[in-house]
């Protein structure tokens, strides 16, 4: 899986998560939470989302590294290197 | 389900977003009932906002409201969370509301003032524990459905209810019995946001629990200052109903069961 693979998942995901979501408009370096205004709940709904859909364990211990866009895309990346 | 009575999709109107076909609407057509009130109750934010202010304006005007605070330490909670979930996937992971909630449910066991109603009769006691859990919905409003006998479920078993209440209150998918059963309201601000909340009682409930965001903040344990994440706990209670003292009584009661979260 390719990292344009892995941002068209999350892109897709948090538009499951945020309908109002407009992709070309988020800053990719800011807080995801913030950004979008999503909650606990809805986070932990990504988490479950993303390794159901990429075949990864997130571990909550690294939830920190899914703060931005741009750090959960390297983030997904390198557990996906893990996983293979 | 919709094949399995004989309906066809394509000609039914969704009352879901976007149109979506919901259960119920599947439900409306195989009972017949073409028009007629829906059984469920859709995401009309502008209805929402109405209902709101309704209830709202009679609560400050009806409800004689006392309003008490205290700080918890969530030192054990976080901890007794963190190692409960490093060994769960994620479907099964809990979240601090969830502790939050059950606490509030055991504590209600021994304060029954504060679950139940006020009515022209005055206080009457819940026939169970029902916790309404305001949700908030994205583009504004909030909805708070009952988790019903919060006291009586497990851990895991509360999870699972606000998860799907949570997402059903979002797709406008909640029953309108849900929404009438709640006995006492309790308000998470989740982790973002302010510290402190000060409830509008929901009437005809007779008080509401409040929890701000967890912050790190100094605090003191056999002498020394820490740094501990604390989270401020508020009731606001009918002072028909009850009394200061039982209030306080009650909320730290609520405090004390958070340091013990695996008896919850």
């Known amino acids: ?84 | 389900m919709a094949s399995e009575r004989g309906i066809a999709l394509a000609g039914l109107g969704g009352s879901g977003p976007g149109g979506a076909i919901l259960y119920a609407d599947v439900e409306r057509a195989a009972a017949g009932a073409v028009s007629g009130p829906a059984p469920t109750k859709r995401l009309d934010l502008k209805e929402m906002r109405r209902a709101i202010a309704a209830a709202m304006a009679r609560s400050k005007r009806e409800i004689p409201h006392y309003y008490l605070s205290t700080t918890v330490d969530l030192t054990s909670a976080f901890a007794w969370l963190e190692a409960a979930n490093a060994t769960r996937s994620p479907t099964q992971r809990l979240l601090l509301a969830a502790l939050l909630l059950k606490a509030v449910a055991r504590a209600l066991g021994e304060a029954p003032e504060f679950n139940g109603f006020f009515t022209a009769a005055g206080f009457q006691p819940g026939s169970g524990i029902h916790i309404g859990t305001a949700i908030a919905i994205r583009g504004g409003g909030l909805v708070a459905p009952a988790i019903r006998d919060a006291d009586k479920l497990s851990l895991d078993e509360l999870m699972a209810r606000l998860r799907d209440l949570v997402t059903r209150a979002r797709s406008g998918a909640l029953r309108s019995s849900e929404l009438s059963d709640p006995t006492i309201t309790v308000t998470n601000l989740g982790e973002r946001g302010v510290e402190t909340v000060f409830g509008v009682i929901y009437p005809p409930q007779v008080s509401l629990v409040g929890f701000g965001i967890p912050v790190e903040r100094p605090w003191a344990v056999a002498g020394e200052v820490v740094a501990r994440r604390v989270l401020t706990a508020t009731l606001a209670a009918d002072h028909r109903a009850s009394d200061g003292h039982r209030g306080a009584l009650f909320l730290a009661d609520i405090d004390r069961r958070l340091q013990s979260p695996e008896t919850l």
């Open chain 1, 1 to 84: 899986m390719t990292r344009d693979d892995i941002t068209a998942v999350l892109i897709e995901e948090l538009g499951q998560i945020a309908p109002e979501t407009d992709a070309s408009r988020l800053d990719p370096n800011a807080e995801l939470r913030e950004e979008l205004d999503i909650d606990s709940m809805d986070f932990l709904n990504l988490v479950t989302a993303l390794t159901e859909r990429l075949a990864i364990d997130i571990p909550e211990a690294d939830y920190p590294n899914l703060a931005t866009f741009n750090h959960a895309v390297d983030y997904l990346a390198q557990r996906l290197a893990i996983a293979e």
